[in-house]
């Protein structure tokens, strides 16, 4: 009966809300949109050879994200509890489907101390940028080099991107999250206007750009460019790491989470598709190769934006920052919401101690010079975690959060959160059952070099 009564109640009043529909779009589309739309997309698009890739990738958002993100944000809700206590809420206390709710906030824990200083990365380019690109192709270029291997700068940046993650979470969830979001989200949009526009028409390689974008070539589609683009979409909505969970226990219960979670993941594409148009176009403009992999953002752009100049260079990068600004917020936002509500602190006290936390242990991120034997070979913390959490931790976390909303979460409650009409709630049904945790495992098994169809070269 407890369940209930809190389950069909509007939230707490002592935990947070929002103070209006666009303000969790905004603010979930500002989770979901982070460096994976304007860093990795385009330089996987490139790498995988455009359109083709570009359309198996929209199929999947739609059968793999758009469906996890529906049931994520539905726990979140039903519940009005942080990831942990979601799942105590929706089955029992000692549940053990609370332990998919513990991955969610080791999950935000993790990937935000190394996130953080890629993130802080592009807050230096900012700076860079400011000052202006100079020298040969060569120079321009080991200037990232020097940013990654210099422990004073990286820790730097890193420092100043978490410092603006705590300002911003420990101002509440209207006050911090929402509102910095009707700001950050909406500059982000126009500048990515701006530039895309600059691409299109100021370039010769806007038509380039487009054809390329979205002139499928089904002869480079090959198995590891699907299961790549399958891996994206899954990853690129903030999926598997109780984000959602987190940011749909904040929503009103008089607002429609299919129509919601259909707007923040069109958002979300529709974003990844815009930072293309605008790289691409300037890539092709000055006839370099869009396979340009992870160089493409900090070392190849540079040596274009050399020509530019910093009226294009300098918005990039506050673009870049701020998508990663976004969902920077979301991660810290799902571990000091666990210490919130299950714990009873404060959240000052919460985003203070857990922000410090994770600022203390990206510093092993942050200098490159500390590695440890993983995988046969000695690698960096920032390279361990981003394999852990990526190949591991998330996926666990989607697949253990899909298996739940199919075959657990009671069906009158999910009827009743999802709110558009029983045809959309039995489509919905039958993809979050069959077709969303097979994709899931597909993501699992590829990332773990498991798929017995592909060669891994071992």
């Given at each position: 009966?407890?369940?209930?009564?809190?389950?069909?109640?509007?939230?707490?009043?002592?935990?947070?809300?929002?103070?209006?529909?666009?303000?969790?779009?905004?603010?979930?589309?500002?989770?979901?949109?982070?460096?994976?739309?304007?860093?990795?997309?385009?330089?996987?698009?490139?790498?995988?050879?455009?359109?083709?890739?570009?359309?198996?990738?929209?199929?999947?958002?739609?059968?793999?994200?758009?469906?996890?993100?529906?049931?994520?944000?539905?726990?979140?809700?039903?519940?009005?509890?942080?990831?942990?206590?979601?799942?105590?809420?929706?089955?029992?206390?000692?549940?053990?489907?609370?332990?998919?709710?513990?991955?969610?906030?080791?999950?935000?824990?993790?990937?935000?101390?190394?996130?953080?200083?890629?993130?802080?990365?592009?807050?230096?380019?900012?700076?860079?940028?400011?000052?202006?690109?100079?020298?040969?192709?060569?120079?321009?270029?080991?200037?990232?080099?020097?940013?990654?291997?210099?422990?004073?700068?990286?820790?730097?940046?890193?420092?100043?991107?978490?410092?603006?993650?705590?300002?911003?979470?420990?101002?509440?969830?209207?006050?911090?999250?929402?509102?910095?979001?009707?700001?950050?989200?909406?500059?982000?949009?126009?500048?990515?206007?701006?530039?895309?526009?600059?691409?299109?028409?100021?370039?010769?390689?806007?038509?380039?750009?487009?054809?390329?974008?979205?002139?499928?070539?089904?002869?480079?589609?090959?198995?590891?460019?699907?299961?790549?683009?399958?891996?994206?979409?899954?990853?690129?909505?903030?999926?598997?790491?109780?984000?959602?969970?987190?940011?749909?226990?904040?929503?009103?219960?008089?607002?429609?989470?299919?129509?919601?979670?259909?707007?923040?993941?069109?958002?979300?594409?529709?974003?990844?598709?815009?930072?293309?148009?605008?790289?691409?176009?300037?890539?092709?403009?000055?006839?370099?190769?869009?396979?340009?992999?992870?160089?493409?953002?900090?070392?190849?752009?540079?040596?274009?934006?050399?020509?530019?100049?910093?009226?294009?260079?300098?918005?990039?990068?506050?673009?870049?920052?701020?998508?990663?600004?976004?969902?920077?917020?979301?991660?810290?936002?799902?571990?000091?919401?666990?210490?919130?509500?299950?714990?009873?602190?404060?959240?000052?006290?919460?985003?203070?101690?857990?922000?410090?936390?994770?600022?203390?242990?990206?510093?092993?991120?942050?200098?490159?010079?500390?590695?440890?034997?993983?995988?046969?070979?000695?690698?960096?913390?920032?390279?361990?975690?981003?394999?852990?959490?990526?190949?591991?931790?998330?996926?666990?976390?989607?697949?253990?959060?899909?298996?739940?909303?199919?075959?657990?979460?009671?069906?009158?409650?999910?009827?009743?959160?999802?709110?558009?009409?029983?045809?959309?709630?039995?489509?919905?049904?039958?993809?979050?059952?069959?077709?969303?945790?097979?994709?899931?495992?597909?993501?699992?098994?590829?990332?773990?070099?498991?798929?017995?169809?592909?060669?891994?070269g071992k």
């Open positions: 009966m407890a369940n209930e009564i809190s389950s069909n109640s509007e939230t707490v009043p002592s935990r947070g809300q929002w103070a209006s529909h666009l303000g969790f779009i905004l603010a979930a589309a500002g989770s979901a949109i982070g460096l994976g739309n304007i860093w990795k997309f385009p330089y996987i698009t490139g790498e995988y050879g455009g359109g083709a890739f570009v359309l198996v990738y929209l199929i999947c958002v739609v059968i793999v994200g758009l469906p996890l993100m529906i049931a994520e944000i539905m726990i979140g809700r039903r519940a009005q509890q942080n990831p942990v206590g979601a799942f105590q809420e929706l089955h029992h206390k000692n549940s053990p489907w609370q332990l998919t709710g513990w991955l969610g906030v080791a999950s935000g824990f993790l990937i935000l101390s190394f996130y953080s200083v890629v993130a802080g990365w592009a807050i230096a380019y900012i700076f860079k940028s400011i000052v202006g690109f100079s020298g040969s192709p060569e120079q321009i270029q080991n200037q990232f080099t020097e940013l990654v291997v210099s422990p004073f700068d990286s820790v730097l940046w890193h420092s100043v991107f978490m410092m603006l993650c705590i300002a911003i979470v420990i101002g509440g969830v209207q006050r911090g999250i929402e509102r910095w979001s009707k700001i950050l989200m909406p500059a982000l949009f126009v500048i990515l206007i701006g530039l895309m526009f600059y691409g299109l028409f100021f370039t010769h390689g806007g038509s380039q750009a487009l054809e390329f974008l979205f002139k499928p070539d089904f002869s480079k589609l090959s198995a590891e460019a699907a299961l790549s683009a399958l891996g994206h979409a899954f990853f690129t909505l903030s999926l598997g790491m109780g984000a959602m969970i987190t940011y749909g226990s904040y929503m009103k219960k008089s607002d429609n989470i299919f129509k919601n979670a259909v707007m923040v993941s069109f958002l979300d594409t529709l974003i990844a598709l815009m930072a293309g148009t605008a790289i691409f176009s300037l890539v092709f403009h000055y006839g370099m190769e869009p396979g340009q992999s992870v160089g493409l953002i900090f070392k190849t752009l540079p040596v274009l934006f050399k020509e530019t100049g910093p009226g294009i260079s300098v918005p990039f990068f506050i673009l870049l920052s701020f998508a990663a600004l976004t969902s920077g917020i979301s991660l810290l936002e799902v571990v000091v919401s666990y210490f919130i509500d299950i714990r009873g602190w404060s959240r000052a006290k919460a985003t203070f101690l857990l922000g410090g936390a994770i600022y203390l242990f990206g510093l092993l991120s942050a200098i490159s010079s500390i590695t440890l034997p993983f995988r046969g070979k000695d690698q960096g913390i920032f390279d361990i975690l981003d394999f852990v959490t990526t190949n591991y931790m998330l996926p666990v976390g989607g697949l253990l959060t899909c298996l739940f909303t199919a075959w657990v979460f009671k069906r009158k409650a999910k009827i009743d959160e999802f709110g558009s009409g029983d045809t959309l709630y039995r489509v919905f049904d039958i993809i979050i059952k069959v077709v969303t945790p097979i994709a899931v495992i597909i993501v699992l098994l590829h990332g773990l070099e498991l798929l017995p169809f592909m060669d891994y």
